[in-house]
């Protein structure tokens, strides 16, 4: 299992691989950026918490994942969702309330569900994603199902007593499930050295007697590598894994807030110096497995689907009122 690799370590992986790694943090990327500038435009009602600089952590471990795997999130999911299958379309229209969306107008960033694509949903709620992640992989074991559940949460959810009891559950019964903690260093405008006894997440998963891993989170091949480790442990019935993926969200903690007063812009310059695109994208160029001309025409190709989705969603109907109260009492 690597450790802390970086992007200067030798990698197996094929260019069609890399280039679908590739394309798929550049669609997220775009569309969190669209969804940034939608915010400040108004048609977002409600929260929005971005993704970016975070990429490679829901890239790296979704490429692993089959439809039938399931993903538990954060209030910070757009990019899990985007990773599981979801498509842009779908999401931005969700985002905007529109009927058209995931959840059909009716959740927005917090309540992205999309069950046909195993992405069973966002959260306003830090740290639930941790036992409903251990809860579905319980499932799986009781009904003999080949599937994996995956939970993706943050460092400060992890200070969380769900993160506790998770753990320990799916270790005495080696439940079929991936911890994935994207350590970006704050919790809202909280340092999360200044909040944790032993700031090394991966630590704690140790005492619960499960294999536990401290990595680079921008370095997607990193993730990669480690995430198709874990999930084959898991498919095999040897339990849960804990990955801590050590990244930075570039933009503030939610749109519309302010970013100044609890972190110094040089950290900030130096993470987006440290960008998980930036980064591969030098890899294959470097290593002549694509040209700059190939990446560029695939970053615009990727860039006219986000235009595409946002024009869908901001043409899309509103949801009707008479259905007001669908969905919400069961007969
Ligand atoms: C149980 C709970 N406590 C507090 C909050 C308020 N809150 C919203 S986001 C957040 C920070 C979470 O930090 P982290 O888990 O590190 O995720 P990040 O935002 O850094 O991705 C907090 C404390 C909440 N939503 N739920």
């Not at 094929?14 to 969190?32: G, N, T």
């Not at 954060?74 to 229209?93: F, S, Y």
């Not at 812009?265 to 695109?277: F, L, N, S, T, Y």
Request: aromatic share 6%.
């Amino acid at each position: 299992m690597p450790s802390g690799t970086t992007a200067e370590t030798a990698t197996r992986l094929s260019r069609d691989v890399l280039l679908r790694l590739f394309r798929q943090m550049v669609q997220i990327r775009r569309c969190e950026e669209q969804l940034a500038r939608s915010h400040a435009a108004g048609l977002i009602h409600g929260a929005c918490h971005t993704y970016v600089g975070e990429e490679a952590v829901a890239t790296g471990v979704c490429a692993h994942l089959r439809p039938e795997d399931t993903v538990l999130s954060t209030h910070r999911g757009h990019g899990h969702a985007l990773a599981k299958g979801v498509p842009p379309r779908e999401l931005i229209a969700e985002l905007f309330g529109r009927a058209n969306g995931c959840s059909h107008g009716r959740g927005g960033s917090m309540h992205i569900f999309s069950p046909e694509v195993g992405m069973l949903g966002t959260s306003g709620i830090v740290g639930p994603s941790i036992l409903m992640a251990t809860g579905a992989a319980y499932g799986y074991k009781l009904l003999k199902q080949d599937r994996v559940s995956v939970a993706f949460f943050g460092d400060g959810a992890s200070n969380n007593g769900a993160f506790h009891e998770g753990l320990n559950l799916a270790a005495i019964w080696k439940l079929p499930v991936l911890f994935v903690c994207e350590n970006n260093q704050y919790a809202t405008e909280v340092p999360f050295a200044s909040v944790a006894g032993n700031p090394n997440v991966a630590e704690r998963g140790k005492a619960y007697g499960i294999p536990s891993y401290r990595l680079d989170g921008n370095d997607v091949i990193a993730v990669y590598e480690a995430a198709e480790e874990a999930i084959r442990r898991a498919r095999d019935g040897k339990g849960p894994t804990l990955l801590e993926c050590v990244t930075y969200r570039t933009r503030a903690h939610s749109e519309g807030m302010r970013d100044t007063g609890y972190r110094r812009r040089e950290e900030v310059d130096a993470w987006r110096e440290k960008c998980p695109i930036k980064q591969l994208r030098a890899r294959l160029v470097a290593d002549r497995l694509a040209t700059g001309t190939e990446l560029d025409q695939i970053e615009s190709e990727i860039q006219a689907t986000i235009d595409e989705a946002f024009e869908f969603a901001k043409n899309s109907p509103w949801p009707d009122p008479a259905t007001v109260t669908d969905h919400i009492y069961s007969n």
